[in-house]
């Protein structure tokens, strides 16, 4: 075969992403076309696609290792009929993936596509089944996959797998939608509203989770990937913060515990994250075109243990949005939480909440039914989970993170049924006896710690157990988030450490009995 002008685009991208000299090609031998596809117009097609890339289909597969962890790889070559998929590219696709599974790698799929090759017509329509079942065994063997999306990706290679990554990037100013805007011009007789399929668009809404250039993706796949495969990491475990109930430090006033978790300047799940974290990636809403600013999701390390990172933050994204967690924000800790049980990773969830979003569009949106799904995923997930109750605690909002193997709470952490002015409207019809009823309803952490509700109490002041100390997390926010994501590193570890039958039957235990004793 003649060599091509240039080097084609999917070895390039190869070339950027792989360790030098350790890309080996998977590729076979295509079959010939089959006598019923066979017609000299698409054979002369192929023939052009041939000469101008070098390659003999429009796929590459094969493995490299990235930052020296060794993957497989599954590139798209649009410079070969468009990158196409037909029966030849679907079998070759799939073997790669099938055999990813068998060997046990993580894999990096970067489709450049424009979807399902014409010339072949229904029979490779049907190939995008067969790629997404083998994409589906893979996640299901608990091994990762990583998508990056390509200059453009559109039709049935975005409806398959171009769309099923456990995180998932784009090329700046990449064309990505299902339906080609050449194709909605033809049908329509109108251009599609322009800056829809950007990458950048489907960032803000929640499609992908990042835009970036190739020069990055290896940094931003081997960062994901030591999440996402588990890698143990040896943390430490700290000394013991917890304070039993009864201690002088448990005397802190619901009052006080509550107007200090609303201080501005409190930490939150966000300086949590950018404090104690490593290897973040940040993911970006539901991966269905749904994005709550006010609901942080990430792959990181905390202490050291890799783990699934949601939390709700009551300071929203910092663009003026309201804070209150929505339908949206608990599908996206939903997608969280099947990452977490595909990968067998453990989930941390972190609440500061001043409650569920009140609106039509809440209503609207299934808020309700998303609280009730997010607790059973929750009550019944197979990965290890911990909870951390940082500040505010209001509500439905609050308990829809709650259910874990292990709940920690920050000392003036809180958890209430409603934000307390509501819970004393509904009682006396005035918000002036908020903190009169929060008292009685038992929400300071010390409460929760005698309850049963939580197991451990970590403190915030530097003096620790101290009646006389009374700062708490705003005073000295890295000193007290540095040793809290040691804490929570140490938990971590300890609960992947429980056989899982063990882990969930102490869960089911836990909240059956809750209240009964």
Avoid at 349 to 370: F, I, K, P
């Amino acid at each position: 075969m003649t060599e091509p002008p240039c080097r084609p685009a999917s070895l390039r991208l190869v070339d950027e992403v792989l360790d030098p000299g350790t890309w080996r090609r998977w590729d076979e031998p295509v079959p010939p076309v089959p006598p019923y596809l066979d017609g000299e117009e698409y054979r002369a097609d192929l023939v052009r696609g041939r000469a101008r890339t070098g390659l003999d289909e429009s796929v590459v597969t094969g493995e490299g290792r990235v930052r020296g962890r060794r993957v497989a790889v599954v590139v798209g070559e649009f410079g070969f009929l468009g990158g196409s998929i037909g029966v030849a590219a679907g079998e070759r696709l799939v073997r790669a993936v099938e055999r990813a599974t068998r060997e046990r790698l993580p894999l990096l799929a970067s489709p450049a596509s424009g979807g399902t090759r014409m010339q072949e017509g229904t029979i490779a329509f049907l190939q995008m089944v067969k790629v997404a079942a083998a994409v589906t065994d893979h996640k299901s063997a608990g091994l990762p996959y990583l998508v990056h999306l390509r200059h453009p990706t559109t039709g049935g290679v975005l409806a398959s797998w171009g769309s099923l990554g456990h995180a998932t990037s784009a090329e700046p100013g990449a064309l990505i939608g299902f339906l080609g805007p050449r194709v909605h011009e033809a049908l329509y007789g109108e251009p599609f509203p322009p800056g829809v399929q950007v990458a950048e668009n489907l960032l803000a809404h929640g499609i992908v989770d990042a835009v970036l250039p190739t020069e990055r993706l290896a940094g931003a796949a081997a960062r994901a990937l030591a999440v996402l495969c588990g890698d143990p990491a040896g943390a430490a475990v700290p000394a013991d913060d917890a304070v039993p109930a009864g201690d002088a430090a448990a005397d802190v006033p619901a009052a006080e515990s509550i107007r200090r978790s609303r201080r501005p300047e409190r930490p939150g799940p966000r300086a949590l994250l950018a404090v104690a974290g490593r290897d973040v990636t940040p993911l970006s809403g539901t991966g269905a075109g749904e994005r709550d600013p006010g609901l942080l999701l990430a792959l990181a390390r905390i202490g050291g243990t890799p783990c699934v990172v949601l939390g709700h933050d009551r300071r929203g994204a910092g663009d003026g949005r309201p804070p209150a967690l929505g339908p949206a924000g608990l599908r996206m800790a939903r997608r969280g939480m099947r990452i977490a049980a595909e990968l067998d990773l453990p989930l941390l969830t972190v609440v500061d909440t001043a409650g569920a979003a009140l609106s039509r569009e809440a209503e609207e949106g299934g808020l309700a039914g998303e609280i009730a799904r997010s607790l059973a995923d929750l009550v019944t997930l197979p990965a290890p989970t911990l909870c951390l109750l940082l500040g505010q605690g209001a509500g439905g909002g609050a308990l829809a993170l709650l259910p874990a193997d292990r709940v920690l709470a920050a000392r003036h952490a809180w958890l209430s049924p409603l934000p307390p002015e509501g819970a004393s409207a509904i009682l006396y019809r005035t918000t002036e006896r908020a903190f009169e009823v929060a008292a009685r309803q038992g929400v300071r952490s010390a409460d929760l710690l005698a309850r049963g509700i939580v197991d451990r109490v970590v403190e915030e002041a530097s003096g620790g157990a101290d009646a006389a100390d009374t700062g708490d997390a705003s005073d000295a926010p890295e000193t007290f988030l540095t040793r809290l994501g040691a804490i929570l590193g140490a938990e971590l570890a300890g609960l992947r450490a429980v056989p899982r039958p063990e882990r969930l039957a102490a869960r089911r235990a836990r909240y059956r009995t809750l209240g009964l004793h």
